[in-house]
């Protein structure tokens, strides 16, 4: 059984839950809203390793990002940064499944660092029906490139199937198109996301794809967003287009001091589905920010209605 209780809203959007709140676990989904977040925790591993202080997580660390996911209230979070699964169900709890990106097994191992890697996936909470975890999207038309896969899920919501697609894109190209291969990766990595919206299309498939993107989506005739929606004749929605960039995190030159993105990076992509709620940061609190590793990357949430019809 699901227990609600009465949460307070602190400054900077932070969810303070009271300690009789924290037996609770997310919503499961409703009959008519399904809520989808996505969240780059930043380097999540059991094992810290010295070359990313950022991973070095002790208890307390993993207690206050758990605090978080269950003040999220979703019952299906796109993941990214985690390197095992362990790791993330100390976030999550036992109440989520956890699925990583393919790219996490001994079959490619050859696409893997030695020491700690970023893979993509999802947390499902067991009210969620898993349909299908067909193959990753890789990515790459490159064989031997380590770049991040984008894991792929189908899941049930009454009598519809949802496709979605958790994706961590290659970073150093956030705004303008340079001759940077940075930027031309990021180029293909924008065309092989459109091939996979085609076929969702052709099949009249809904679907959400979400999460790091590593570049501003929400400019004005961005030139991946272009690329990514390109030929499709179809309303595709970035729901994230009007959302402000309010995440407060760590400082990388005063560990004691915060510092605020002027955009976002993290988005949510959409087709055949209703925005109930616009998407938004859900923030951490400034103490937490200074006082534990929490991640360089707020997580985003929307809650969509679902379009029994479709």
Same mark, same amino acid.
């Given at each position: 059984?699901?227990?609600?209780?009465? /949460? !307070?809203?602190?400054?900077?959007?932070?969810?303070?839950?009271?300690?009789?709140?924290?037996?609770? +676990? =997310?919503?499961?989904?409703? =009959?008519?809203? *399904?809520?989808? $977040?996505?969240?780059?925790?930043?380097?999540?591993?059991?094992? $810290?390793?010295?070359?990313?202080?950022?991973?070095?997580?002790?208890?307390?660390?993993?207690?206050?990002?758990?605090?978080? =996911?269950?003040?999220?209230?979703?019952?299906?979070?796109?993941? &990214?940064?985690?390197?095992? *699964?362990?790791?993330?169900?100390?976030?999550? $709890?036992?109440?989520? &499944?956890?699925? +990583?990106?393919?790219?996490?097994?001994?079959?490619?191992?050859?696409?893997?660092?030695?020491?700690?890697?970023?893979?993509?996936?999802?947390?499902?909470?067991?009210?969620?029906?898993? @349909?299908?975890?067909?193959?990753?999207?890789?990515?790459?038309?490159?064989?031997?490139? %380590?770049?991040?896969? $984008?894991? #792929?899920?189908?899941?049930?919501? %009454?009598?519809?199937?949802?496709?979605?697609?958790?994706?961590?894109?290659?970073?150093?190209?956030?705004?303008?198109?340079?001759?940077?291969?940075?930027?031309?990766?990021?180029?293909?990595?924008?065309?092989?996301?459109?091939?996979?919206?085609?076929?969702?299309?052709?099949?009249?498939?809904?679907? /959400?794809?979400?999460?790091?993107?590593?570049?501003?989506?929400?400019?004005?005739?961005?030139? @991946?967003?272009?690329?990514?929606?390109?030929?499709?004749?179809?309303?595709? !929605?970035?729901?994230?287009?009007?959302?402000?960039?309010?995440? =407060? @995190?760590?400082?990388?030159?005063?560990?004691?001091?915060?510092?605020?993105?002027?955009?976002? /990076?993290?988005?949510?992509?959409? #087709?055949?589905?209703?925005?109930?709620?616009?998407?938004?940061? &859900?923030?951490?609190?400034?103490?937490? @920010?200074?006082?534990?590793?929490?991640?360089?990357?707020?997580?985003?949430?929307?809650?969509?209605? /679902?379009?029994?019809?479709?």
């Amino acid at each position: 059984m699901i227990h609600r209780c009465k /949460i !307070s809203i602190m400054k900077f959007t932070f969810l303070k839950i009271s300690s009789f709140c924290l037996l609770i +676990l =997310a919503r499961p989904v409703t =009959a008519q809203t *399904i809520r989808i $977040g996505s969240w780059n925790l930043e380097w999540l591993t059991s094992h $810290g390793v010295d070359k990313f202080p950022q991973s070095q997580r002790q208890g307390e660390d993993f207690k206050r990002l758990s605090d978080y =996911a269950i003040a999220l209230d979703a019952p299906i979070i796109a993941l &990214q940064e985690v390197n095992d *699964i362990e790791a993330a169900t100390q976030v999550f $709890g036992s109440s989520y &499944q956890i699925v +990583l990106s393919s790219r996490s097994q001994a079959k490619h191992s050859a696409l893997q660092f030695n020491d700690i890697n970023q893979y993509t996936g999802f947390a499902l909470h067991h009210s969620v029906q898993l @349909v299908a975890n067909p193959p990753d999207l890789t990515l790459s038309s490159t064989p031997s490139q %380590k770049l991040r896969f $984008g894991t #792929y899920i189908i899941v049930r919501h %009454k009598q519809q199937n949802v496709h979605l697609l958790s994706v961590h894109l290659k970073a150093g190209c956030q705004k303008a198109r340079t001759s940077s291969r940075s930027c031309n990766v990021l180029a293909e990595q924008a065309d092989q996301l459109n091939g996979w919206i085609q076929q969702r299309i052709e099949h009249n498939q809904p679907f /959400i794809l979400t999460g790091d993107f590593n570049h501003q989506l929400s400019y004005p005739n961005d030139w @991946v967003m272009a690329r990514i929606v390109a030929d499709t004749n179809q309303e595709i !929605s970035l729901d994230s287009r009007q959302s402000e960039a309010t995440c =407060a @995190v760590k400082s990388n030159r005063d560990p004691n001091q915060t510092y605020r993105y002027s955009y976002l /990076i993290d988005h949510m992509l959409s #087709y055949k589905l209703k925005k109930h709620s616009s998407t938004q940061q &859900q923030n951490y609190a400034l103490k937490d @920010v200074i006082n534990y590793q929490m991640s360089d990357h707020c997580p985003i949430v929307t809650d969509y209605l /679902i379009d029994l019809k479709g």
